[in-house]
């Protein structure tokens, strides 16, 4: 669908070969994810302080109303990005072997407490 064609706008790390730098564990692949979405809205925000000292002397208050919409209008855009990437750990899958995993991530074992499972 639409994330296979832009993997980024589903805050898919793995377009950005971040294992070349090492291993990375499922916890923390989650965590930038989530960073990601917050990342975002910081450029935003550094974008409008930008633009205030430029052009309105410093005046951050002014231009206050183009900031909210401009984060509304991409938290609308990424909604089901977010809302997926938020609720990941929750999608499980069953094997036929029984056990359940992570449908984002097969060695996260769901819901197993013979396994010590990171995801329960």
């Not at 919409?69 to 909604?79: F, K, P």
């Not at 069953?94 to 995993?101: L, M």
């Amino acid at each position: 669908g639409l994330f296979k064609l832009f993997p980024l706008v589903s805050f898919d790390l793995s377009v950005l070969a971040v294992d070349c730098v090492g291993k990375l564990s499922p916890l923390t692949l989650f965590a930038a994810r989530m960073l990601m979405i917050v990342g975002l809205f910081a450029v935003l925000m550094l974008i409008h302080a930008i633009v205030a000292l430029v052009l309105d002397r410093g005046n951050l208050r002014c231009r206050a109303t183009t900031l909210w919409a401009s984060i509304g209008t991409v938290t609308m855009a990424l909604m089901l990005s977010i809302v997926s990437g938020v609720v990941a750990p929750l999608q499980c899958r069953q094997h036929p072997n029984g056990h359940f995993t992570m449908r984002s991530d097969d060695a996260v074992v769901c819901w197993d407490e013979h396994f010590g499972s990171d995801h329960q």
